[in-house]
């Protein structure tokens, strides 16, 4: 999730939001904070002041992350100040470059209304510090209770300090993605060689089986066998879509590609696809399409996996004989609305509130034995963030269930 901040720029009077650290950043471990601890330390002992920092922007104020072991320092670490003043590190954060304030005192810009002032610390030197993709952190800086100019030199070290840390940023974003990246990797093998293999397997068997009946067999008999063997292709298709899809989006980190296009013929190909599964279940499909024809802007791809996916629960959890409902509507908002209901066999509460997120235990057969790879629901979820478009569900045992997307 996206986070922003409001700053205030003191010199030309004006406010900014600001893009900060989303919730996906990784934590700052130990070893890096110890090391900018000797970066600031070292900062103040050579430009002799009584305050070097590392500030963080968050949402609704800024904070002293770290502060200089040296004496006289009049921060504490973990204080905050409300955005509200237009301090020095936010003209430094909005304008994205050095500042140097020789003496606030002196300054019409700097000496009214200056929470920094008021604790004399009256000269300032500082730049920011960015996330590799170009996300807020905060700034460093150094403070002085005198006068001071700041050599040039003193200005290429606090920027050296700045390259160091948004270094340190980008190894530890680096280290998050490779560990996302070997956790993809088991789990993708995992999920391969448990699902995709057994649904080969039981493929197998089928032919198998076909090859030994007698010649005299009955054709009917040996149709029914064949539907049974495509069904079973198709759950295995529909799984690997699933596995390469959910590996292509975490790895690559894909973006949606939208387009125009007609729901509603997305719909009914799908429903398409599905004829057989539905055949051999003797299952009614009942659409109805208040919104026809229904064109949206959206990524395809991704919406018309997502509802595959859905249909393909609803298909799979539905008691022989049953009836799948699907609806498209419109809302007062003029938002498109999807429903897949069916009369299956429902879920409880615990099972609802895990439905979106991996676990073996997801992988129920269904009420005629097909496979489940537990994925599905995941990848569904995670596509329709991407879109910007809501998934909810109702459901109750042996009654079926209702899912529910908004676009």
Same mark, same amino acid.
């Given at each position: 999730?996206?986070?922003?901040?409001?700053?205030?720029?003191?010199?030309?009077?004006?406010?900014?939001?600001?893009?900060? !650290?989303?919730?996906?950043?990784?934590?700052?471990?130990?070893?890096?904070?110890?090391?900018?601890? $000797?970066? @600031?330390?070292?900062?103040?002992? +050579?430009?002799?002041?009584?305050? !070097?920092?590392?500030?963080?922007?968050?949402?609704?104020?800024?904070?002293?992350?770290?502060?200089?072991?040296?004496?006289?320092?009049?921060?504490?670490?973990?204080?905050?100040?409300?955005?509200?003043?237009?301090?020095?590190?936010?003209?430094?954060?909005?304008?994205?470059?050095?500042?140097?304030?020789?003496?606030?005192?002196?300054?019409?810009?700097? /000496?009214?209304?200056?929470?920094?002032?008021?604790?004399?610390?009256?000269?300032?030197?500082?730049?920011?510090?960015?996330?590799?993709?170009?996300?807020?952190?905060?700034?460093?800086?150094?403070?002085?209770?005198?006068?001071?100019?700041? &050599?040039?030199?003193? !200005?290429?070290? @606090?920027?050296?300090?700045?390259?160091?840390?948004?270094?340190?940023?980008?190894?530890?974003?680096?280290?998050?993605?490779?560990?996302?990246?070997?956790?993809?990797?088991?789990?993708?093998?995992?999920?391969?060689?448990?699902?995709? /293999?057994?649904?080969?397997?039981? &493929?197998?068997?089928?032919?198998?089986?076909? +090859?030994?009946?007698?010649?005299?067999?009955?054709?009917?008999?040996?149709?029914?066998?064949?539907?049974?063997? #495509?069904?079973?292709?198709?759950? #295995?298709?529909?799984?690997?879509?699933?596995?390469?899809?959910?590996?292509?989006?975490?790895?690559?980190? +894909?973006?949606?590609?939208?387009?125009?296009?007609?729901?509603?013929?997305?719909?009914?190909?799908?429903?398409?696809?599905?004829?057989?599964?539905?055949?051999?279940?003797?299952?009614?499909?009942?659409?109805?399409?208040?919104?026809?024809?229904?064109?949206?802007? #959206?990524?395809?791809?991704?919406?018309?996996? #997502?509802?595959?996916?859905?249909?393909?629960?609803?298909?799979?959890? &539905?008691?022989?004989?049953?009836? $799948?409902?699907?609806?498209?509507?419109?809302?007062?908002?003029?938002?498109?609305?999807?429903?897949?209901?069916?009369?299956?066999?429902?879920?409880?509460?615990?099972?609802?509130?895990?439905?979106?997120?991996?676990?073996?235990?997801?992988?129920?057969?269904?009420?005629?034995?097909?496979?489940?790879?537990?994925?599905?629901?995941?990848?569904?979820?995670?596509?329709?963030?991407?879109?910007?478009?809501? $998934?909810?569900?109702?459901?109750? +045992?042996?009654?079926? &269930?209702?899912?529910?997307?908004?676009?």
């Amino acid at each position: 999730m996206e986070n922003f901040a409001t700053i205030n720029i003191r010199e030309t009077n004006e406010s900014k939001k600001v893009k900060i !650290a989303s919730d996906s950043k990784p934590e700052l471990v130990d070893a890096t904070l110890k090391k900018w601890q $000797v970066l @600031i330390d070292t900062l103040a002992s +050579i430009v002799n002041v009584p305050s !070097a920092l590392i500030m963080r922007l968050n949402k609704d104020n800024i904070e002293v992350f770290l502060k200089s072991n040296t004496k006289g320092n009049p921060y504490k670490e973990n204080e905050k100040v409300d955005l509200v003043y237009g301090l020095y590190c936010e003209n430094v954060i909005g304008k994205q470059e050095q500042l140097i304030v020789p003496n606030a005192k002196k300054s019409k810009v700097w /000496r009214k209304n200056n929470p920094d002032v008021d604790i004399n610390m009256i000269s300032y030197l500082g730049v920011p510090i960015n996330w590799p993709d170009g996300e807020c952190f905060g700034t460093v800086c150094v403070l002085d209770n005198k006068e001071n100019k700041y &050599s040039k030199d003193f !200005a290429d070290l @606090i920027n050296q300090m700045k390259l160091h840390i948004e270094l340190d940023l980008q190894t530890l974003l680096q280290n998050l993605e490779l560990h996302e990246l070997n956790e993809v990797k088991s789990k993708f093998l995992s999920l391969i060689s448990h699902d995709i /293999r057994g649904s080969i397997s039981s &493929s197998d068997e089928f032919l198998k089986l076909l +090859i030994k009946q007698p010649k005299n067999k009955d054709y009917d008999d040996m149709l029914k066998m064949l539907d049974h063997l #495509s069904v079973n292709l198709s759950q #295995s298709r529909i799984a690997l879509d699933n596995l390469l899809g959910w590996s292509k989006s975490v790895v690559k980190n +894909i973006k949606p590609e939208k387009s125009s296009f007609d729901l509603v013929i997305v719909m009914d190909e799908l429903i398409k696809f599905f004829s057989l599964p539905v055949k051999i279940k003797e299952l009614k499909i009942e659409k109805s399409y208040s919104a026809n024809p229904c064109q949206i802007f #959206s990524d395809k791809n991704m919406l018309t996996m #997502s509802i595959r996916n859905i249909l393909s629960n609803a298909i799979k959890y &539905s008691f022989k004989g049953g009836l $799948v409902k699907i609806n498209i509507s419109k809302s007062n908002e003029d938002r498109v609305i999807i429903e897949i209901i069916d009369s299956g066999i429902g879920m409880n509460n615990k099972t609802k509130n895990r439905l979106f997120h991996y676990a073996d235990s997801h992988q129920q057969q269904g009420t005629e034995g097909e496979s489940s790879a537990g994925i599905g629901l995941m990848l569904t979820k995670e596509f329709l963030d991407k879109i910007g478009a809501n $998934v909810s569900v109702d459901s109750e +045992i042996d009654k079926g &269930s209702t899912f529910t997307v908004c676009i």
